[in-house]
C-alpha cells in the first residue's frame, strides 16, 4: 500500500501544489519524495512509501539505468512479476515488483503490458522519450486512483480524491475529480509545455474473461468440465493459489477474522501455507465486536481450530459514533452500507497499527459479490438474472466494499490483500454454469461451501454459518449496529432537515435521516463532490427501505445466534 501523486503542465509553483500530496501521507508512512521531472518544469511525482517489498530500491518514482526516460509510480503488487522476468529473460536492476512494468513496456507497448500483470495495481508511466503519459488501474480497483483534468489540459493524479481537492488551476469553474475506471488504462499525448491531451482510453480485462497471464501463474492443469467434483477441486486449487501468491512481503502478515465464511476460509488458508513455507512467525488475525456479538463468539472458533494467535478488538457503540466523521472523511463517501461497515473495519485497523508489528493484512472482500453471498440472492428470479448481478456487483466494487477496505486499511498505513479476487479465481468461478452458483438448499454460497466440505479446514459450523453482514455481526441480535445509529442520528437531524434534503442534494438523494446525517458531514469536507458514488448500495428483487441484511423479511440468524 503506497500513495502516489503526480501532476502534468501545473499552472502553478510545484512546491505550492505539493501540499496536497501530504493529504494522503497515512497511505506511505515509511518514506516520501517529491521529485521534478527533467525537461519538463511543470510536472513532477509524489510518492508515500510503505515498504513491503525491496526495502533497499522500492522509492518511486521508479527509474532505471536501462529506460532513463521513463518513469514510474504506482501503488500495487505483481504477483507474477518472478515469472514474469523468466519468461522474457529481463535483467532487472532491483527486486521491486513493479520494475517488470518498465520492461513489459518497452517490449510490448501499454495495453499488452496491463494484461500480463497479475496483482493489483495504479500506475502512472511517464515516457518523455515518445512524451507519453499513461494510467492504468487493476481490474476489480483494489488500488485506488483519481483524475482531474481541466479543460487547458492540466492533468493531476491521486490515489485518493482528497489529494486533488484543493489543486490550484486556472479554471474559472470547480473541475471534475473522477475515480479512474478499474480494468481500463489510458494514454495521453505530452506537450512540451507539460500539458497533456487524451488520446485513448480503453478497457485491457474484464471480470468475466480468462486473463491473459494465466500461462504464467503456478496454479498448475485444472480439471476439465463441469462435473461437481471436478469443480469443487478447481475451486480448492485456484483459491489456495490466490492465498499463496500473496504471501509476497517482507513484513508481517496478518489477517482479519469475522467468523463469517469467507474471512475464515482465507485465515485457515493462510495459516496452513505459512506453515508449509515456514515463516518465522505465527500469523495474527483480528476481530472486532462487543464480547457477546456473534463475530466475536464464531471468530473465537475459527482462530482456536486454525491455531493462530487471537486478537478481540473490543467495540463499543460510543466509540463507533466518535469515529464517524474521520471514516467519511478517509472514505471519501456517504453511502450507508459502506459507512456502517467501515467504522468496525477502521478501529481494528487502527488497533493493528498501534498494538502489533502486522502490516500485510488478508481479508476476504470480493466473495459475497463473486459467489452470491447476499441473502438477496435467495430472491433472485432465475439463475441468470442470479449471474448477471453478481457480475454487475463485481464491476462496482471499487465504489462500496473495495473502496471500505482499503481506505480504512490505508488510513493506518496497513496494505490489504483479497484473495477472491484472485483473476484466475473470479474468472473462473464466473465461467462455471449459472445454475451451479445460485444459493441451495436455503443456503447462499453453496458451491463454495460445498468445495470445502469434509476437509476439517474450518469448523463445520463456520463453513455452513449464515450469511451476517459485517457491520451486524459485530454487535448482538438484540440491538443491531444499524439501531444504535438510527438512535444517535434522531438527535442530530430533524424532519424538517430531512424535508428539505431534495433540494440541498439532488443527486442521490438521502430519504432517511441517517443518510441525511452522513451526506451533510461527507459535504462539510468535499462539497458538490457527490457523483464520487452513482448510486447507494441496496439489496434487490425484494422490498427494502434499508441495506441490512436484518432488515429484510428472509433474514433468519443462526440458532446460536
Known sequence: MCGIWALFGSDECLSVQCTNAMKIAHRGPDAFRFENVNGFTSCCFGFHRLAIVDQLHGMQPLRVK??????????????????????????CQTKMDGEVLLHLYDCFGIEKMATLL???????????????????????????????LTDNNFLAVCSEAK????????????????????????VFDLKPSGKVKSIKL?????????????????????????????????????????????????????????????????????????????????????????????????????????GSTHFEVNFTPEEGIKALEEVIVHLESYDITTVR???????????????????????????????????????????????????????????????????????????????????????????????????????EKHLLREAFRGLNLIPDEILWRRKEAFSDGMTSTKKSWYAILQDHVESEINDSQLEKAAKLYPHNTPTTKEGFYYRQVFEKHYPGRSEWISHYWMPRWIKATDPSARTLSIYKPDKDE
Open 341 to 443: 461497515a467501515s467504522v468496525g473495519m477502521y478501529l481494528v485497523s487502527k488497533f493493528i497499527r498501534e498494538k502489533t508489528n502486522s502490516v500485510v493484512i488478508f481479508s476476504g472482500e470480493g466473495s459475497d459479490e463473486l459467489t452470491q453471498g447476499y441473502i438477496y440472492f435467495h430472491k433472485a428470479p432465475s439463475p441468470k438474472a442470479g449471474a448477471e448481478d453478481s457480475v454487475r456487483l463485481m464491476k462496482e466494487l471499487y465504489m462500496f466494499d473495495v473502496l471500505r477496505a482499503d481506505r480504512t486499511t490505508a488510513a493506518h498505513g496497513l496494505e490489504l490483500r483479497v484473495p477472491f479476487l484472485d483473476h484466475r479465481f473470479t474468472a473462473y468461478y464466473l465461467s462455471l454454469p449459472e445454475e451451479m452458483r445460485v444459493p441451495k438448499d436455503g443456503v
Open 163 to 186: 489529494g486533488l481537492t484543493q489543486i490550484t488551476h486556472s479554471m474559472s469553474e470547480p473541475v471534475k475529480i473522477t475515480p479512474f475506471l478499474p480494468g481500463h488504462f489510458e
Open 66 to 91: 536501462r529506460f532513463p526516460y521513463l518513469w514510474l509510480c504506482y501503488n500495487g503488487e505483481i504477483y507474477n512479476h518472478k515469472r514474469l522476468r523468466e519468461a522474457f529473460e529481463f535483467d
Open 202 to 306: 480503453d478497457r485491457f480485462h474484464s471480470c468475466t474473461d480468462e486473463p491473459l497471464h494465466a500461462p504464467y501463474d503456478n496454479a498448475g492443469e485444472l480439471g476439465k468440465g463441469f462435473a461437481l467434483e471436478a469443480v469443487k477441486a478447481n475451486i480448492r486449487i485456484l483459491f489456495e493459489n490466490a492465498v499463496r501468491k500473496r504471501l509476497m512481503a517482507h513484513r508481517r502478515i496478518g489477517c482479519l477474522l469475522s467468523g463469517g465464511l469467507d474471512s475464515s476460509l482465507v485465515a485457515a488458508t493462510l495459516v496452513k501455507l505459512a506453515k508449509e513455507q515456514e515463516l518465522q512467525y505465527p500469523i495474527q488475525t483480528f476481530s472486532i465486536g462487543a464480547e457477546d456479538s456473534p463475530d466475536a463468539i464464531a471468530a473465537r472458533k475459527v482462530a482456536a481450530h486454525i
Open 118 to 148: 497479475d496483482g493489483v495495481f495504479a500506475f502512472i508511466l511517464l515516457d518523455t522519450a515518445n512524451r507519453k503519459v499513461f494510467l492504468g488501474r487493476d481490474t476489480y480497483g483494489v488500488r485506488p486512483m483519481f483524475r482531474l
